[in-house]
């Protein structure tokens, strides 16, 4: 949850559910790298953070200590990485097993190798310049990437299909209709008559996204969006699972209601929507009546991990505080051996 700066974990195993979370700074897109078992999460704003955690997988032996019942492979920090604030990083996706994120104040799609730093991979032709591309200012607020093998077979949203005068984050930013999806083939636009669209995701070749100024969920067909279910909210976060959809929305910001012609603000809620891609009928939801904004959803089934140490609706900090103190973590290929003191 982006304004509560609270990145939550739903879980349910052996008929018994658990919600638990981890407080961190603004977070934003959220990557599963199911082969090392990482989860990668985004703290943006300035500067940008990268987190990677991974569950825990042992513990260091110390004289006297008690064991962790219950804590077994949860999520720890692994390390965290910064980036510039400029990047403005959003959404990010594993592409050809290497990590990428919408450096939206770049309009930009960077890679993010293991190392450090970044590295400019993908942008729309638009902003081609004569003599370097135009990664000055945010013309274009490319915020999603819709996943496919490689970048030239992935998909990229935007609210704007070429730069302006008026840009993203000027409250007279023209938002109606407006935005768009980029293919990354032809770096070229293929779908328009979007509003402030977030969240694309690719399923069976085709692309999926949230058209968040009206609070629809849909997909692309023919270059157009078709709308397949309403959402009460500023639609963003998406994910899949045997023909379900897993749509988030937001309360509207009160400053930015222009941004949202087709919601009704005052009813807008922070929610998680199950949906019925066949039909568009909603199955069930879970609202945080007091909650404001939801940036994004991740499926982790590729995690070994009931989630974080902290559980909703429940003090348990002796546990965290032991298990912060002696628990080890790493990725998986990367070796773990308990130690002695």
Request: proline content about 7%; charged content about 20%.
């Amino acid at each position: 949850m982006e304004y509560e700066h609270l990145v939550m974990a739903l879980h349910a195993g052996g008929g018994r559910r658990r919600i638990s979370y981890l407080r961190l700074p603004h977070p934003n897109g959220l990557a599963v790298d199911s082969s090392r078992n990482i989860l990668h999460v985004a703290s943006t704003r300035n500067p940008n953070m990268i987190f990677d955690f991974a569950p825990c997988l042992t513990r260091v032996e110390r004289d006297g200590a008690r064991e962790l019942p219950g804590m077994e492979l949860l999520l720890l920090p692994l390390r965290c990485r910064y980036l510039p604030g400029c990047t403005y990083v959003h959404d990010m996706a594993m592409l050809g097993g290497r990590l990428h994120a919408n450096a939206v104040s770049m309009n930009a799609v960077v890679e993010l190798p293991d190392s450090g730093g970044f590295k400019a991979v993908w942008w729309p032709r638009c902003i081609d310049g004569p003599g370097k591309p135009l990664f000055g200012r945010n013309y274009l607020q490319l915020n999603s990437i819709a996943a496919g093998k490689s970048l030239r077979q992935s998909y990229f949203s935007a609210s704007a299909a070429r730069p302006a005068a008026r840009r993203p984050g000027h409250l007279n930013f023209p938002v109606d209709k407006r935005g768009v999806v980029f293919s990354g083939q032809t770096r070229e636009v293929i779908a328009t008559g979007l509003t402030r669209p977030h969240s694309a995701r690719l399923l069976e070749n085709t692309v999926w996204l949230d058209n968040s100024g009206y609070g629809e969920l849909g997909r692309i067909v023919g270059g157009r969006f078709e709308a397949v279910a309403n959402l009460p909210g500023w639609t963003r976060g998406l994910c899949f699972g045997k023909g379900v959809a897993f749509a988030g929305s937001s309360r509207v910001i009160p400053r930015f209601r222009h941004y949202a012609p087709g919601l009704d603000c005052e009813k807008s809620e922070a929610g998680i929507h199950a949906v019925d891609l066949k039909t568009g009928r909603i199955l069930g939801s879970l609202v945080w009546p007091q909650g404001n904004q939801i940036f994004a959803l991740e499926l982790a089934g590729g995690l070994r991990t009931p989630g974080f140490p902290f559980v909703a609706g429940k003090r348990n900090d002796s546990q965290v505080q032991r298990l912060f103190f002696s628990g080890v973590c790493c990725s998986s290929g990367a070796q773990s051996t308990p130690l002695r003191p």
